[in-house]
């Protein structure tokens, strides 16, 4: 099976820093039809991504993908496993969701996200999904994690610009846990590495973008081409992808196919302001 799981929040909301619009549900059925030819089979989203999860029940090409979901601790702190569950497949005429992310790395902080996650157990006990994760940005807290909780899968932001993940550490997420899926998501950081076009982050960190840019013409490549590359490895699981088109998708599934040549790493001191988009202006 494909690698590329398909990001679906562009499915429900504007998304990303060009906040482009939603896009369109024949661009979702060429999406589908797609990923069908290429063995594609999974898509992510989560509950807070208003929509994608009605737009994935309408389109019924993904009837038999597997679905990933997230949901944010504190949103869902005073439900019970039965209305919890009820939440985690909104959207849904049937429960379809069988792996359910915290989209929160700091759950295990507070008495509600440790709630959540005991919540989350049961229903996988009771056989209402199959899998429990956690989407993070930091590996100190992934660490953490991964130490002290049953995790099945754990998202990880995978980039050039962010290179907190590097295969030691990865393999000590790994001490406790040989069977841990890895997931790279952020991979061309909402986009902003995979384009020319000005906006606010490159205006605002313009000397590091220079600096990329040169390193791309460099090595002959696109910002598209190299982050694929960047993800080619032998610890990443699964690939996640936010896809606006049918055209996008079939350049992925392309660069995804093209052998890994000539590779050198980017090296730049790169703030976190920067690397995290929790920190970009709203």
């Avoid at 069977?179 to 790279?184: D, S, T």
């Avoid at 490159?202 to 490549?221: H, P, T, V």
Wanted: a positive charge; one cysteine or more; proline letters at 2%.
């Amino acid at each position: 099976m494909n690698k590329i799981i398909i990001g679906c929040a562009n499915f429900g909301m504007q998304y990303g820093i060009s906040k482009k619009n939603k896009i369109t549900h024949e661009d979702i059925q060429d999406i589908a039809n797609e990923a069908i030819l290429n063995n594609i089979r999974t898509l992510d989203t989560a509950v807070d991504y208003h929509g994608s999860h009605t737009a994935i029940e309408l389109n019924s090409t993904f009837n038999n993908f597997n679905i990933i979901t997230k949901v944010r601790s504190l949103n869902v702190a005073n439900l019970c496993e039965k209305n919890l569950l009820v939440k985690i497949n909104s959207g849904f005429s049937v429960e379809r969701v069988r792996t359910v992310l915290l989209h929160d790395e700091d759950f295990y902080k507070s008495k509600e996200g440790q709630s959540v996650y005991k919540k989350l157990q049961v229903l996988k006990k009771n056989g209402n999904i199959d899998k429990i994760g956690v989407s993070v940005y930091d590996f100190k807290n992934a660490k953490r994690i991964c130490d002290n909780f049953e995790i099945d899968i754990v998202q990880i932001p995978f980039n050039p610009f962010n290179q907190q993940f590097t295969y030691s550490n990865i393999n000590e997420l790994r001490n406790n846990n040989s069977h841990l899926f890895l997931h790279a998501r952020s991979i061309l950081l909402q986009g902003v590495l995979a384009t020319n076009s000005q906006n606010i982050i490159r205006y605002k960190y313009e000397n590091i973008f220079k600096k990329w840019d040169q390193f791309l013409n460099s090595q002959g490549k696109t910002g598209l081409q190299y982050c694929v590359e960047y993800t080619k490895n032998n610890f990443i699981d699964n690939k996640i992808f936010g896809i606006r088109s049918k055209a996008q998708l079939k350049m992925l599934i392309e660069e995804e196919k093209a052998e890994k040549n000539n590779f050198e790493i980017f090296e730049c001191s790169v703030p976190k302001k920067l690397y995290d988009p929790r920190f970009w202006p709203k």
